[in-house]
């Protein structure tokens, strides 16, 4: 039964996730007597936590004969809130079940500690599915950036547009869905100036329940992000990494219209990506979507950045005016993949590949 409330609680932290960094996302459950009782999410930093939002409502005495299932160890520090340890105690819960081990050094253990020596039961039990969910945290507090995820649609025959670059729809209503539950789902959207010039994409996520506006993130080395692009007004939060040779006018016009502009240095292949790598993990993001073009789906690879990428092939041929996604993969492209999956989304391909570096501890 431990599992099962668990995941429960997981599908709690899930509402919460990509509208939550620098926190994690996390989900909690109370349980009487083998019943949910109670449940809550952390919706955003400042907000409530997890536990705090189960209980809310909890009488003192269904606390005290309860169990609280949470995805993550409960806090035991101040930060923007108090320590969710400190609740615990408060309303008397005799049993705590958390899943995973908070990789923040001011938990990391201490929160189980506290609990166990102030007579709680509480216990650390391992669940699959919650494990993968921290990956992308666990990563980050381990290495200071966030993880990449790229994702690229093609056809059949690796091509990516029409003739001349024209845009056109290449997978089919599966596809799409799964590229907005991932936009919802990730803490920010890194894409090209390219991209935007060429599709005007929005660049939000869009589901049944409405549309969610995302943090994006431009590469944008010479400031040719026109004023008029969608993302300035879809975007929660519209940023632009440009060259120290980017046009002044222009960076002038995308400021005046609220866009931030971060100047970044310049290699031989564009943007220093592992400087963008570093800022964006100052930002505190755990998560984040690259969704672009091939260029910048292998200049992310060749950087040493590429920790998941999901390739969607669409079931059709373009022919051999339309353009290429790539020149070339690179020769160790498939076999440097840690793992390395294909499935079907209605009529399409999807290939999600991993590197070492990303996989759960």
């Known amino acids: 039964m ?28 109370l349980v009487k007597n083998g019943q949910v009782v109670a449940t809550g999410y952390h919706t955003g930093p400042g907000q409530p936590h997890a536990e705090v939002e189960a209980l809310r409502s909890v009488s003192d005495e269904d606390c005290r004969l309860s169990t609280l299932y949470v995805t993550l160890e ?32 001011q938990v990391g253990g201490r929160g189980l500690q ?8 509480c216990s ?7 494990s993968e969910f921290y990956s992308a945290y666990d990563f980050w507090w381990k290495t200071k950036r966030p993880r990449f995820t790229a994702k690229i649609a ?15 729809p290449i997978t089919g209503d599966e596809a799409r869905q799964f590229t907005h539950a991932h936009r919802l789902h990730t803490d920010a959207i890194l894409t090209t100036a390219q991209t935007i010039l060429a599709d005007d994409p929005s660049l939000n996520a869009r589901l049944e329940s409405g549309n969610a506006a ?7 080395r010479l400031g040719r992000l026109p004023w008029t692009a ?3 007004r879809t975007a929660k939060k519209l940023t632009v990494f440009h060259g120290m040779e980017a046009d002044e006018v222009r960076l002038e016009t995308l400021k005046s219209s609220g866009v931030e502009l971060v100047t970044v240095p310049t290699t031989t292949d564009g943007l220093d990506l592992q400087v963008i790598a570093e800022y964006l993990g100052k930002e505190g993001l755990h998560d984040v979507w690259l969704e672009a073009g091939g260029k910048s789906f292998l200049g992310l690879y060749r950087a040493g950045l590429m920790d998941r990428a999901f390739m969607l092939v669409g079931n059709r041929w373009l022919g051999s005016d339309a353009l290429p996604a790539f020149e070339a993969l690179p020769e160790d492209f498939f076999t440097s993949m840690s793992q390395s999956t294909w499935s079907s989304l209605g009529g399409d391909g999807l290939l999600e590949a991993r590197w070492n570096k990303c996989l759960p501890a």
């Open 2 to 29: 431990e599992q099962t409330f668990l995941k429960l609680a997981l599908d709690e932290a899930r509402k919460g996730q990509g509208s939550c960094a620098p926190n994690p996302a996390v989900g909690a459950v």
């Open 74 to 105: 409960p806090c035991c520090h101040f930060g923007r809130t108090p320590p969710c340890t400190d609740l615990i105690l408060s309303r008397g819960i005799p049993n705590v079940v958390f899943a995973y081990v908070d990789p923040n050094p």
């Open 114 to 121: 506290a609990l166990q020596q102030a007579g709680v039961n």
């Open 124 to 130: 650390h039990v391992k669940c699959p599915e919650v």
């Open 154 to 168: 093609v056809s059949l025959d690796g091509k990516i547009a029409a003739a001349g670059g024209r845009p056109l």
């Open 214 to 220: 995302k943090r994006i993130y431009v590469l944008d």
């Open 230 to 232: 969608k993302v300035i």
